[in-house]
């Protein structure tokens, strides 16, 4: 049969575009000569190369992408044409593309036009700027032309360049149904609207499979906050259930924009719960579509924070903030419109909002997989969820978190992801003749998955029609709280959502209260300012870039809490995972608390010797401390030599368990106060590394200890250099502060190595110290400034005494 147009025009270099066989493709005997090997093309080509070639279409296609994308780099906007670099790498197609038996798959083209084959497929796309030369006259233009195997010399020049965007834009290309098929066209390839029936058969299909490891659809027995609400997608109203109602949540953004601000109010509640009230409202484009949705998902009820929650009702809406873990813990899933825009105006690709028409184009590049000629699905959701806007948002946080599963409406694409396995519409595009999303239509006939969702320790299985795919077990931390969620995932969490955006820095703790109930249930622990009170002594060790200044408007939190820091906190010890015993602690303090409700109390921490779960007192009953096993570990002997002689140890902890009584009454002052008896030494603070007598300017950087004679004691974790410069001593200027310990422990495996390269065993051991500053106005009371670790051997040359400390 005879194609209706010829052949394109193309450049020489672009030759081998024009060629099925660069495809790895089985039709009638069309297949890839090259059999299971990859034909993946990469060339290095300049923008001028580009534009000398008007006439050809793969020329042109890619030309056309870098002028989309470098309206919005202004570099580029400039940069001489010869000197930006596009290096090309194709084709790839949306499937993983490997076999069990690590061989390629070919792939089925489309054949519904009878005059062509179409084949849909992708290309990586990275533009570089070169450095520009001194004089760009009479330079003979570098080929940059670079196919595998062929390398050319003039790369050279483009390693290092940086990069200044990589897009995968989508396309399809046609080539004739002949004897010999060859390129008739090659256009855009996008897909303006999702299709209902796939969502419907992800839910479906988890159900099926996963069942109650994902959501239990018998919540019976669950019990929702008091003043619950949801939306009656059916009657268009707002309405208050007796009993537990299968329900789905809604997460978005607020646009905060003027006119698109309804709300339930105690003034309008009464109207809302009218049938069709909703209808006369104008509401946010993206309710009204996720309303809209759920109808079509067959979901009648579905939950919307700023029309569940009475806005204005001072006494109901700390419940239902207070119950986040259990309103979304409990929705059957989450609609999450994952979005880069808070305007409000609807969900990309629904109904009559087509998405972006060039949208693979903008969109997060797909990780390509040269080999297979796929794509890599671990990191889909980490490109197209983890870059939104929503995904920086605080409040977002705790949604994304405690729904257990979750159906992202993005820009681009639709992600689904449960407890057990995760779905992109990506993997379903490739099979078009079974699904062919059609705007306003719902369903599909196709036939039945054989996928099975079963753990794996090779390669991930996927369905080809579902685009369904088993969970890595590599992957990383997962935004899912379970039962075996530990105390390495809090602070993994921690470190990501003091990251995010507040709009009101006194939300640092309202948009954390929904993990935190969960957390606490999970940890068995009571949670303190965001803090879970069990692991109180590891969790004191967070650090920032500079100096933890304190929120303006959250001086009520105290300074020992992460949530009082303007800025982003982390735990080093978190990313230390060969490393079991730098997790581990010695514990050597008593910590009480000021309750702002029960006043002073013990707290429940737990009291560990390491790789040991015991209590500061049975300790001190021992004459030598439990053993430790494992590589570079010091001796008992020296061990138990090392810790007699510090000033601060289990058995000198047990001596001094009584709080000062003037040091509790000041306390009661402070709510949320911490108070304990411990070491404190009056150390110096001093640049951590200097050349020929200057110290090194970095921007953050750890800072050194010295005790009263000049020696190095121990170091600050990530201090401003102004800082450290501002509070040194100087001659003639003697500066001290007070440094105060809270645990002990062993440094870092890498650290262990080299001092047992060396013999430098006395360093193996060290206390976890934390910089404070004392309020001139009340006696033992004091504010974190930065924590720190101390060398065990070195404390007592730093003349510590025994204190009661309230912290603040």
């Given at each position: 049969?005879?194609?209706?147009?010829?052949?394109?025009?193309?450049?020489?270099?672009?030759?081998?575009?024009?060629?099925?066989?660069?495809?790895?493709?089985?039709?009638?005997?069309?297949?890839?000569?090259?059999?299971?090997?990859?034909?993946?093309?990469?060339?290095?080509?300049?923008?001028?190369?580009?534009?000398?070639?008007?006439?050809?279409?793969?020329?042109?296609?890619?030309?056309?992408?870098?002028?989309?994308?470098?309206?919005?780099?202004?570099?580029?906007?400039?940069?001489?044409?010869?000197?930006?670099?596009?290096?090309?790498?194709?084709?790839?197609?949306?499937?993983?593309?490997?076999?069990?038996?690590?061989?390629?798959?070919?792939?089925?083209?489309?054949?519904?036009?009878?005059?062509?084959?179409?084949?849909?497929?992708?290309?990586?796309?990275?533009?570089?700027?070169?450095?520009?030369?001194?004089?760009?006259?009479?330079?003979?233009?570098?080929?940059?032309?670079?196919?595998?195997?062929?390398?050319?010399?003039?790369?050279?020049?483009?390693?290092?360049?940086?990069?200044?965007?990589?897009?995968?834009?989508?396309?399809?290309?046609?080539?004739?149904?002949?004897?010999?098929?060859?390129?008739?066209?090659?256009?855009?390839?996008?897909?303006?609207?999702?299709?209902?029936?796939?969502?419907?058969?992800?839910?479906?299909?988890?159900?099926?499979?996963?069942?109650?490891?994902?959501?239990?659809?018998?919540?019976?027995?669950?019990?929702?906050?008091?003043?619950?609400?949801?939306?009656?997608?059916?009657?268009?109203?707002?309405?208050?259930?007796?009993?537990?109602?299968?329900?789905?949540?809604?997460?978005?953004?607020?646009?905060?924009?003027?006119?698109?601000?309804?709300?339930?109010?105690?003034?309008?509640?009464?109207?809302?719960?009218?049938?069709?009230?909703?209808?006369?409202?104008?509401?946010?484009?993206?309710?009204?579509?996720?309303?809209?949705?759920?109808?079509?998902?067959?979901?009648?009820?579905?939950?919307?924070?700023?029309?569940?929650?009475?806005?204005?009702?001072?006494?109901?809406?700390?419940?239902?903030?207070?119950?986040?873990?259990?309103?979304?813990?409990?929705?059957?899933?989450?609609?999450?419109?994952?979005?880069?825009?808070?305007?409000?105006?609807?969900?990309?690709?629904?109904?009559?909002?087509?998405?972006?028409?060039?949208?693979?184009?903008?969109?997060?590049?797909?990780?390509?997989?040269?080999?297979?000629?796929?794509?890599?699905?671990?990191?889909?959701?980490?490109?197209s969820v983890g870059t939104s806007l929503w995904n920086k948002r605080a409040w977002t946080f705790q949604e994304r978190l405690l729904s257990k599963r979750r159906l992202f409406i993005t820009e681009y694409q639709v992600i689904y992801e449960c407890c057990k396995g995760q779905a992109?519409?990506?993997?379903?595009?490739?099979?078009?003749?079974?699904?062919?999303?059609?705007?306003?239509?719902?369903?599909?006939?196709?036939?039945?998955?054989?996928?099975?969702?079963?753990?794996?320790?090779?390669?991930?299985?996927?369905?080809?029609?579902?685009?369904?795919?088993?969970?890595?077990?590599?992957?990383?931390?997962?935004?899912?709280?379970?039962?075996?969620?530990?105390?390495?995932?809090?602070?993994?969490?921690?470190?990501?959502?003091?990251?995010?955006?507040?709009?009101?820095?006194?939300?640092?703790?309202?948009?954390?209260?929904?993990?935190?109930?969960?957390?606490?249930?999970?940890?068995?622990?009571?949670?303190?300012?965001?803090?879970?009170?069990?692991?109180?002594?590891?969790?004191?060790?967070?650090?920032?870039?500079?100096?933890?200044?304190?929120?303006?408007?959250?001086?009520?939190?105290?300074?020992?809490?992460?949530?009082?820091?303007?800025?982003?906190?982390?735990?080093?010890?978190?990313?230390?995972?060969?490393?079991?015993?730098?997790?581990?602690?010695?514990?050597?303090?008593?910590?009480?608390?000021?309750?702002?409700?029960?006043?002073?109390?013990?707290?429940?921490?737990?009291?560990?010797?390491?790789?040991?779960?015991?209590?500061?007192?049975?300790?001190?009953?021992?004459?030598?401390?439990?053993?430790?096993?494992?590589?570079?570990?010091?001796?008992?002997?020296?061990?138990?030599?090392?810790?007699?002689?510090?000033?601060?140890?289990?058995?000198?902890?047990?001596?001094?368990?009584?709080?000062?009584?003037?040091?509790?009454?000041?306390?009661?002052?402070?709510?949320?106060?911490?108070?304990?008896?411990?070491?404190?030494?009056?150390?110096?603070?001093?640049?951590?590394?200097?050349?020929?007598?200057?110290?090194?300017?970095?921007?953050?950087?750890?800072?050194?200890?010295?005790?009263?004679?000049?020696?190095?004691?121990?170091?600050?974790?990530?201090?401003?250099?102004?800082?450290?410069?501002?509070?040194?001593?100087?001659?003639?200027?003697?500066?001290?502060?007070?440094?105060?310990?809270?645990?002990?422990?062993?440094?870092?495996?890498?650290?262990?190595?080299?001092?047992?390269?060396?013999?430098?065993?006395?360093?193996?051991?060290?206390?976890?110290?934390?910089?404070?500053?004392?309020?001139?106005?009340?006696?033992?009371?004091?504010?974190?400034?930065?924590?720190?670790?101390?060398?065990?051997?070195?404390?007592?040359?730093?003349?510590?005494?025994?204190?009661?400390?309230?912290?603040?």
């Amino acid at each position: 049969m005879s194609s209706k147009s010829g052949p394109l025009s193309l450049c020489q270099r672009c030759q081998e575009w024009g060629k099925i066989n660069i495809h790895n493709m089985t039709y009638g005997d069309i297949i890839n000569q090259a059999g299971d090997k990859s034909t993946t093309i990469k060339e290095y080509v300049s923008i001028e190369q580009l534009a000398q070639q008007p006439y050809c279409a793969i020329c042109t296609s890619i030309l056309n992408v870098y002028y989309m994308r470098s309206q919005v780099i202004p570099v580029l906007q400039s940069w001489p044409a010869r000197r930006i670099v596009v290096c090309i790498t194709g084709p790839f197609y949306l499937d993983k593309g490997i076999s069990n038996a690590g061989k390629l798959l070919p792939r089925g083209p489309d054949i519904s036009d009878p005059n062509y084959i179409a084949i849909r497929m992708f290309l990586k796309i990275e533009v570089s700027t070169l450095p520009l030369e001194s004089s760009e006259e009479n330079k003979e233009e570098p080929s940059f032309t670079y196919r595998v195997g062929q390398v050319n010399v003039a790369m050279k020049e483009v390693s290092g360049a940086p990069t200044q965007f990589t897009a995968t834009p989508q396309f399809v290309m046609k080539y004739s149904n002949e004897a010999t098929p060859v390129l008739c066209d090659i256009n855009e390839w996008e897909i303006p609207f999702f299709n209902i029936q796939v969502l419907r058969d992800w839910l479906r299909h988890c159900d099926e499979y996963h069942g109650k490891q994902c959501v239990d659809q018998n919540n019976k027995n669950a019990t929702l906050p008091v003043g619950f609400r949801v939306i009656d997608t059916h009657d268009m109203k707002i309405l208050q259930p007796n009993g537990f109602v299968r329900y789905v949540a809604l997460s978005y953004m607020w646009s905060g924009e003027s006119g698109n601000d309804i709300q339930l109010e105690e003034s309008n509640v009464e109207g809302l719960e009218v049938k069709d009230s909703i209808r006369a409202l104008s509401i946010p484009g993206v309710i009204a579509d996720a309303i809209a949705l759920c109808r079509d998902l067959g979901e009648r009820f579905l939950w919307v924070d700023r029309l569940c929650i009475v806005q204005d009702d001072s006494v109901n809406k700390p419940i239902q903030i207070n119950a986040m873990d259990r309103i979304y813990s409990l929705a059957n899933f989450t609609i999450v419109a994952a979005l880069n825009t808070r305007t409000g105006l609807g969900l990309p690709g629904f109904t009559n909002r087509p998405r972006h028409p060039r949208s693979s184009a903008w969109a997060p590049p797909h990780d390509a997989e040269v080999e297979a000629q796929g794509i890599t699905v671990q990191h889909i959701i980490d490109g197209s969820v983890g870059t939104s806007l929503w995904n920086k948002r605080a409040w977002t946080f705790q949604e994304r978190l405690l729904s257990k599963r979750r159906l992202f409406i993005t820009e681009y694409q639709v992600i689904y992801e449960c407890c057990k396995g995760q779905a992109t519409e990506l993997l379903t595009w490739g099979n078009q003749t079974a699904y062919e999303p059609i705007a306003g239509q719902d369903s599909v006939t196709r036939g039945d998955s054989s996928f099975e969702d079963e753990e794996t320790s090779g390669s991930q299985q996927i369905d080809e029609v579902l685009g369904f795919y088993t969970k890595s077990q590599y992957s990383g931390n997962s935004y899912a709280i379970k039962e075996t969620s530990s105390i390495r995932d809090y602070c993994f969490w921690v470190k990501d959502y003091t990251t995010r955006q507040l709009s009101f820095g006194t939300d640092i703790l309202n948009a954390f209260i929904g993990v935190g109930n969960a957390l606490g249930a999970a940890l068995s622990s009571r949670m303190l300012y965001g803090i879970p009170e069990k692991y109180l002594a590891q969790c004191l060790l967070w650090s920032t870039s500079g100096v933890a200044y304190p929120r303006g408007e959250t001086y009520e939190i105290p300074s020992w809490s992460w949530a009082s820091c303007l800025s982003p906190v982390l735990y080093d010890w978190r990313y230390v995972d060969y490393d079991r015993y730098f997790f581990k602690l010695a514990s050597l303090v008593y910590f009480y608390y000021q309750d702002p409700g029960q006043g002073l109390r013990r707290l429940d921490v737990e009291e560990r010797w390491m790789e040991d779960e015991i209590s500061i007192e049975d300790l001190s009953r021992r004459e030598d401390l439990p053993a430790l096993s494992g590589r570079r570990i010091p001796g008992e002997w020296r061990t138990n030599r090392d810790w007699r002689d510090c000033p601060q140890n289990p058995w000198r902890a047990v001596e001094h368990q009584t709080l000062d009584p003037d040091a509790c009454r000041i306390a009661a002052m402070f709510p949320g106060a911490l108070i304990f008896n411990t070491t404190v030494a009056s150390l110096g603070i001093d640049h951590m590394y200097y050349k020929d007598g200057i110290p090194e300017k970095y921007q953050v950087f750890n800072a050194s200890l010295s005790n009263i004679s000049g020696e190095h004691v121990g170091i600050l974790s990530e201090l401003d250099f102004d800082w450290v410069e501002a509070h040194r001593s100087a001659e003639g200027n003697k500066k001290l502060f007070d440094v105060i310990v809270v645990s002990g422990g062993l440094v870092k495996y890498s650290m262990r190595n080299n001092y047992a390269f060396f013999g430098y065993w006395d360093k193996m051991w060290l206390l976890n110290v934390m910089l404070v500053q004392r309020l001139p106005c009340k006696p033992f009371v004091a504010r974190r400034v930065a924590v720190g670790t101390v060398t065990l051997s070195k404390w007592k040359d730093c003349n510590p005494r025994w204190e009661t400390v309230v912290l603040h």
